[in-house]
């Protein structure tokens, strides 16, 4: 099966095990996002040799979605980027402190951050500096915490409701956005499919 064929399959796979999370609203009223489940990949025809044009997408000509790198600011008002974080499956979580359903992942987020191969990268969307640096000092989590207080780097990735969740390769690679809140059986789940990915192309 071709990689594009199998990435697809994949990410049914995930969507159809996971999609029972919910998401915050975008504003303080906390409305849930509407989220549609994805469309389900078309299975090829036998004759499918015949119908697919000659620059159709193969094992040989297949290549992964590599995020360009961007600038992150951090609680002390310096910068970084996503490259800084090279060699490790990263989680670019969008969240904030109203957000519930954020509040209630936190832990978990917090957990798998103790992973030697992983790194949580916690984007607050739209809240000050004082306001995220008290909640964080307060709870004692450890993983990375950085401001986007316009909502411009959320909007960039399409963030249509808090929490969100990107999950890129250690090479910055994009595997797969989820909205809603993660539990310890989703995250682990989600990333097992993606080491499967990564295991079957070496």
Do not use: H
């Not at 250690?170 to 097992?192: N, Q, R």
């Amino acid at each position: 099966m071709k990689n594009l064929f199998r990435t697809l399959l994949y990410s049914g796979i995930i969507a159809s095990v996971l999609f029972a999370a919910s998401a915050c609203g975008t504003t303080r009223n906390e409305e849930p996002v509407v989220v549609e489940t994805p469309a389900e990949v078309e299975q090829p025809s036998e004759n499918v040799a015949e119908e697919q044009p000659a620059e159709a997408v193969t094992d040989d000509t297949y290549e992964p979605l590599i995020l360009d790198d961007f600038k992150l600011l951090t609680l002390d008002g310096e910068e970084t980027s996503l490259y800084a974080y090279e060699g490790k499956t990263i989680l670019l979580n969008f969240w904030a402190t109203w957000c519930g359903y954020c509040v209630q992942e936190m832990p978990v987020l917090d957990a798998f951050n103790e992973r030697d191969d992983l790194v949580v990268l916690a984007i607050s969307v739209g809240e000050d500096e004082d306001t995220v640096r008290e909640y964080i000092e307060e709870n004692g989590y450890s993983f990375e915490v950085f401001l986007d207080e316009s909502g411009e780097l959320g909007e960039a990735f399409g963030v249509t409701g808090l929490p969100t969740t990107l999950f890129l390769g250690p090479d910055f690679e994009y595997f797969y956005s989820f909205p809603g809140m993660l539990t310890e059986e989703t995250l682990t789940e989600i990333l097992s499919v993606i080491e499967g990915i990564r295991s079957e192309r070496n």
